[in-house]
């Protein structure tokens, strides 16, 4: 079975631009959840989608939104980037809600440097 | 807020056990303790979790304090391949689909050959 995928694995934007991430999940998991990873802020929880509804969110400002597709696959954008949104995007599925499933299977990541 | 606590790095030899400690002193009766490991250049890697009793698997067992204030990541024999970010994670219910997830700074584990 294949694992998580992201697209693009790199990505360069700079400020004021918006961007979006892709994530395919393992085929017949429902539920995709995006994290943030920066060097000062460690790994930092943003949303989860299952069956193309938000489940949960963390802190994060409005810029960043996300989606999910009736495939399951998800899509998270940035608007407005700013410096400080420099990280490694990660996205993790499973098969049922963090709810009801303990474990997550997380994708390499999407490394976006705002220039 | 729940917050958890862990040692910037810790070092072992190979074959060796490791004992990661985690530290969560304001942990909640339903929050879930889950343990992950980054390699290099990877994503996060689900090792185990536990809510209060002591837990097994093939990866690792973990040790849950009895007050659950802290808990304990044991790797039987470390390997060269057990060279990691070991995250401690608390997951809290707040009802429904709600829930908050805390992070741990992670633990760099240095394993020698």
């Known amino acids: 079975k294949a694992g998580v995928t992201q697209t693009p694995r790199y990505l360069i934007k700079t400020r004021g631009q918006q961007v979006t991430l892709s994530c395919s999940p393992i085929?017949?998991?429902?539920?995709v959840s995006w994290y943030q990873q920066t060097p000062g802020q460690g790994l930092q929880f943003l949303f989860e989608?299952?069956?193309?509804?938000?489940?949960n969110k963390g802190n994060f400002p409005g810029r960043f939104s996300g989606r999910q597709f009736s495939n399951s696959r998800s899509e998270m954008n940035v608007s407005t980037l700013e410096l400080g949104d420099s990280a490694l995007y990660l996205c993790?599925?499973?098969?049922?809600?963090?709810?009801?499933?303990?474990?997550?299977?997380f994708g390499p990541g999407t490394r976006l440097t705002v220039l | 807020d729940a917050k958890t606590t862990q040692p910037n790095s810790m070092e072992s030899n190979e074959e060796e056990p490791v004992h990661l400690p985690c530290n969560h002193s304001?942990?909640?009766?339903?929050?879930?303790i889950h343990w992950y490991r980054q390699l290099p250049s990877q994503g996060p890697e689900y090792v185990i979790h536990?809510?209060?009793s002591n837990v097994n698997n093939r990866m690792a067992s973990l040790a849950i304090a009895e007050d659950r204030k802290s808990s304990t990541l044991i790797l039987h024999r470390a390997t060269l391949r057990d060279a990691a970010v070991y995250y401690c994670?608390?997951?809290?219910?707040?009802?429904?689909?709600?829930?908050?997830?805390?992070f741990g700074k992670g633990t760099l584990l240095t394993v020698n050959p």
């Open positions: 993790a599925s499973s098969p049922e809600a963090q709810e009801n499933y303990n474990e997550q299977f």
């Open positions: 085929s017949g998991h429902r539920s």
């Open positions: 989608y299952f069956s193309e509804t938000q489940r």
């Open positions: 304001t942990i909640s009766g339903t929050d879930y």
């Open positions: 536990g809510l209060t």
């Open positions: 994670i608390l997951r809290a219910y707040s009802g429904g689909s709600n829930y908050k997830l805390t």
